[in-house]
């Protein structure tokens, strides 16, 4: 007996244009190539990203099995975690991600100056393609005031409120509680939403990357605060100044694109963008629910002024 997933390997093999369109953070990118397609179809998180209608794509996403990948370059980044290495470099005019498994599986991501793709070569298991994917959205967006913000986001009445924190602080926790505690509240993501300034406003968008929860949902909110998260012994919540709120906001954003000057403009540009507009504040907390009624209290107050 044929599985769903048998059965839309098929309809993949079937289909003449062998692509797929998706859409995350309002930006739409084309994937394209069996193999690619076929892994996406096993993977959770993508799916609700699939874009509706016909539209051209703000980039492509390809699975190349031949041709030159490029060489040398400066490394920019590595990184070691979840049993896996990553090494990011600058090329010419492009950039290079290789990742490598300790089971010795690796795929390598890269750009080309001038070509809106990002290439693919290797071992498409799902831990290396979804952080190459998340690597490549980058890439591809920040150029068009888009970031993956390290953090959990909370949606209430239509408003959507963002908590940062180094990993281990207490992020998932706190936005867990509020869904407990406050009534109407929902999880939007809880690793990776997308921000956008676009519209003359700050918008926050779920996106296929969500950590250990599985929370995809292919929607906006508009931004109405963000909150820096630290563990107390009591309960206390203060609002940032500019200064300190880029200093909040800026260890969120993804760190290897810090090292490459073309990148970080854009990150700088939308964080211009982005902070006169939001309200910033530290939270220091236990993890409980008088701690989630107070950020809630203190954010929906001054959403509402």
Not at 29 to 56: H, I, V
Not at 162 to 185: D, M, N, Q, V
Not at 260 to 288: K, M, N, Q, V
Request: charged share 20%; aromatic share 10%; proline share 6%.
């Amino acid at each position: 007996m044929k599985t769903p997933l048998d059965k839309s390997l098929i309809l993949l093999k079937e289909d003449a244009s062998m692509y797929r369109d998706y859409e995350v953070g309002g930006c739409r990118f084309r994937a394209d190539g069996l193999p690619l397609l076929g892994m996406l179809a096993r993977m959770d998180g993508f799916t609700p990203f699939l874009a509706k209608g016909e539209a051209s794509p703000f980039f492509h996403v390809r699975y190349q099995e031949q041709g030159d990948v490029p060489s040398g370059g400066q490394v920019l980044y590595s990184c070691v975690g979840d049993r896996m290495q990553s090494v990011f470099h600058a090329t010419a005019g492009g950039y290079r991600l290789e990742m490598e498994h300790e089971s010795g599986e690796r795929l390598c991501l890269w750009t080309l100056p001038g070509d809106a793709t990002v290439f693919l070569r290797g071992a498409l298991t799902p831990q290396m393609l979804r952080f190459g994917l998340w690597v490549g959205y980058g890439l591809m967006t920040v150029c068009r005031h888009r970031i993956a913000i390290h953090g959990s986001c909370i949606v209430k009445d239509g408003k959507a409120f963002l908590f940062l924190g180094e990993s281990g602080t207490g992020k998932s926790t706190h936005t867990r509680l509020w869904c407990e505690y406050i009534p109407g509240a929902t999880l939007l993501n809880d690793d990776s939403p997308i921000v956008v300034c676009e519209e003359g406003k700050v918008w926050i968008y779920g996106s296929p990357w969500s950590g250990k929860t599985p929370c995809y949902r292919a929607e906006r909110f508009p931004l109405c605060g963000c909150v820096r998260l630290s563990q107390a012994p009591s309960n206390s919540m203060r609002r940032l100044s500019a200064l300190q709120a880029y200093a909040a906001l800026h260890p969120s954003c993804p760190p290897m694109f810090a090292y490459a000057d073309a990148l970080y403009d854009g990150i700088s540009a939308t964080l211009g963008l982005l902070l006169p507009r939001i309200p910033f504040y530290h939270l220091a907390c236990r993890p409980d629910g008088d701690a989630a009624w107070l950020s809630f209290r203190t954010l929906c107050d001054a959403a509402v002024r």
